[in-house]
């Protein structure tokens, strides 16, 4: 029966491997998106899409300024890498120049509608009375040198109510200005082109981020300079910084585990088939990821590496019992260790499942990676081990075991109590040091390590443009779009009272493009009544003959808009016609809003920012339960095996749980998501190691010492060298391992002998 399970095995392992090999060959997509690691949003779907569409239209953009001292240089180089970038097909709605036709269907759009388009300043105006100021301006336009206007221009809008409108729209305001028909800005002694597109590929793909890297390498000159912003850019370091992390991490940890098994088994046959087995783990792991989420994220290949110092557990429990005088052959060294690696494997695989509840699908990714994994190294170790392994008891190791029994020792000697005193109130005394310390932090943006040079350059794009990004809206919801641009008619005199407090640099809403069609009668109206009594003298005055023409009383509607131009931003902000978007920029005090807006009925302020550090808080808090669910379900297993007895398993991983927060804080580390859920590893894999103490018998427990203490090496090698990344949720998630293993392993022996 076990000989043709592990034919069976083999099968599936080649089967495996060979599937690696085919996706490798046409091309793994490999998930960078930090988006990919943030919880889902809870909110109803609505909120739901207006949070994606806003978040979409921000990852597809990307923004290039090309510099150079020479103006005539710097336009020349812009226009032809806005023409290149044009035809690559990697992107659409190339921005680099004035768009004179836009600008002329604009004011075909809105021209014929004019009777009831009115700036609000000129509304406010004629409602106050001052219907002569507008006269007075008008004419001042026609007049002064630098006036505009013509007979046919006056014949239908005898005030110029229209460019006032058109003027009064809220476009994106830059300190862009058109030379030769390109964008430019002038900063310094520096001409800046400017170059604006949307990705046609999602941005955080690998073969996107390559594809972009290749077109601006062939592009781009090199007596340039090029500052560059969008979340392509962003994630293409992110991605080649995680696989950058994952090959060090890995080849540092494979070569630690390698030097370990060297030291002390002094043989190439352990090595060999620690490799074997660790590379069996990872080629499931890998295969089952690629087959079930049809991609791989950056940092569950981050993890992937790490888990070569859990996954050699089982294999460091096989090779210590080399030292065990009574086992001389494979079989009663697989005998002696099955019981307890295999409940090892059920108490771990309840931890990274528990993972699988997390909201985070970066995270779930993560959970099932090392489930596979770690299951494809048992099985290996289970049914190959003794198939491939020939060699007897080794003659060395005497000495060794001795000393590492004292660790073992230290928690049962009569003598050593006051060592073991000493040593709980150290861990106390730390703990208690580093509980004032401890600090919580679900701040979002802390947890997004983005590239000094890029947000560098997003900092100067911003400056020299005069643009930024909105990452706060507020979402109306009306019973139709006529009621929605009506609640922001409501809303908008709220906002610029905000505004004029410095709380607010600007806001886009729809109905500045395009007011409701009661407003439109309003305005209409009120021009009848306040501006046409004085049409006669104002005609004299400018010397009009010919008598004006009436402006087209139908309304102006939503639906009547391009998307295209410069009027596609107000299609983006309408999710459906009774839901639409206003976009808050620069919003300074997201509370100073809400308490402005307190009791305005359809109006809900969505910040990105402030919703997802929210969730992550809400989150943490979960993840905490899931320590406790996490005991529930490893619970019956060791009740089953260990009675009462139970307890004493797991109070070494329940004391690690305990301390390690309050102690990473005296190293300045908070407290986060990541950290949490990284404790409920930290209790699984802390409880695998109670259970190998609790699982030996006492002449074995200088093997059982050897076997923890080289698990525990090898565990705090992986996760410990996470620390050192410079991916938050990976540095916060090593950095708890490397502390909470580290006091597992410490505590461990406190499970005593064999189980009852």
């Not at 109510?161 to 390109?182: H, I, K, N, W, Y």
């Amino acid at each position: 029966m076990k000989r043709w399970l592990a034919w069976c095995w083999l099968a599936l392992v080649l089967s495996a491997g060979g599937y690696v090999v085919l996706r490798l060959h046409a091309g793994v997509q490999l998930q960078s998106s930090v988006l990919a690691l943030l919880p889902r949003m809870e909110r109803d779907g609505v909120a739901d899409r207006a949070q994606q569409r806003v978040a979409e239209a921000g990852a597809r953009r990307i923004v290039l300024l090309i510099g150079h001292t020479d103006g005539l240089r710097a336009r020349t180089v812009g226009r032809e890498i806005a023409a290149a970038l044009g035809a690559s097909g990697l992107v659409h709605g190339v921005t680099a120049a004035v768009d004179r036709a836009a600008q002329q269907r604009m004011g075909t759009l809105y021209f014929p509608h004019r009777a009831g388009l009115l700036a609000e300043a000129d509304r406010a105006v004629l409602l106050a009375g001052g219907a002569q100021l507008l006269v007075d301006r008008a004419q001042a336009m026609l007049f002064s040198p630098a006036g505009f206007g013509d007979a046919a221009l006056l014949a239908r809008d005898p005030f110029l109510l229209m460019p006032s409108f058109l003027a009064a729209l809220p476009l994106p305001q830059t300190r862009l200005a058109a030379e030769d028909g390109v964008l430019v800005v002038r900063d310094g002694g520096m001409t800046w082109a400017f170059i604006s597109a949307e990705l046609s590929g999602d941005g955080f793909a690998l073969p996107v981020q390559q594809a972009f890297e290749v077109f601006l390498a062939q592009h781009l000159p090199g007596d340039v300079e090029v500052l560059r912003t969008g979340a392509l850019f962003y994630a293409a370091a992110g991605a080649k910084q995680a696989m950058g992390e994952s090959s060090t991490l890995g080849a540092v940890s494979l070569l630690a585990t390698v030097a370990l098994v060297l030291l002390v088994f002094r043989r190439i046959r352990p090595i060999l088939l620690a490799m074997l087995d660790i590379g069996v783990g990872i080629t499931v792991a890998t295969a089952f990821c690629l087959w079930w989420f049809h991609e791989l994220h950056t940092v569950a290949i981050l993890f992937g590496a790490s888990l070569i110092g859990v996954a050699v557990d089982y294999s460091l429990q096989y090779f210590a019992a080399y030292f065990d005088p009574l086992a001389r052959n494979a079989v009663d060294r697989l005998r002696r260790v099955l019981p307890g690696i295999a409940i090892g494997l059920g108490t771990t695989l309840i931890g990274y499942c528990t993972l699988l509840l997390a909201p985070f699908p970066g995270l779930q990714q993560i959970a099932t990676f090392s489930c596979v994994g770690l299951a494809g190294s048992f099985l290996t170790v289970a049914l190959w081990y003794p198939r491939l392994d020939r060699a007897g008891p080794l003659p060395h190791g005497t000495r060794m075991l001795s000393a590492l029994g004292g660790h073992w020792t230290l928690w049962e000697v009569p003598r050593l109590r006051p060592a073991r005193l000493a040593l709980l109130a150290a861990v106390v005394v730390a703990t208690a040091f580093g509980l004032p310390r401890l600090e919580v932090d679900d701040n979002v943006q802390h947890m997004q390590d983005m590239p000094p040079d890029l947000k560098h350059q997003e900092a100067e794009i911003q400056r020299l443009t005069g643009n930024g990004g909105a990452a706060q809206f507020i979402l109306v919801r009306a019973a139709d779009a006529e009621a929605a641009l009506q609640v922001q008619e409501a809303l908008l005199p709220r906002l610029a009272e905000v505004q004029s407090r410095g709380l607010l640099a600007g806001f886009q809403a729809p109905a500045q493009f395009i007011p409701s069609q009661a407003r439109q009668r309003e305005n209409a109206d009120l021009v009848t009544r306040a501006l046409m009594p004085l049409l006669p003298s104002h005609i004299d005055a400018v010397g009009l003959t010919a008598p004006p023409q009436p402006a087209r009383e139908e309304p102006l509607l939503l639906t009547m808009l391009p998307n295209d131009g410069p009027l596609a931003l107000v299609s983006a902000l309408v999710l459906e016609p009774k839901v639409q978007l206003v976009l808050l920029h620069g919003l300074t005090d997201v509370a100073a809003l809400r308490s402005e807006l307190a009791g305005m009925a359809g109006v809900q302020i969505v910040s990105l920012v402030d919703d997802w550090s929210s969730l992550f808080g809400i989150y943490r808090r979960q993840a905490l339960g899931l320590l406790g669910f996490s005991v529930l379900l490893m619970l019956p297993l060791l009740i089953w095996r260990y009675r009462w007895a139970t307890l004493r398993v797991l109070a070494p991983s329940a004391v690690a749980v305990l301390v390690t927060p309050p102690i990473a804080a005296l190293f300045g580390l908070a407290f986060t998501f990541f950290n949490a859920m990284a404790l409920v590893l930290v209790l699984s894999i802390g409880v695998d190691y109670a259970v190998f103490c609790r699982e030996t018998p006492m002449g074995r427990r200088g093997v059982t010492a050897l076997a923890i203490l080289l698990a525990a090496a090898s565990t705090t090698l992986s996760f410990g060298m996470l620390a050192a990344s410079q991916v938050f949720a990976v540095q916060a998630f090593g950095a708890t391992m490397l502390i909470g293993i580290s006091i597992a392993w410490l505590l461990a022996p406190i499970a005593g002998g064999r189980p009852e």
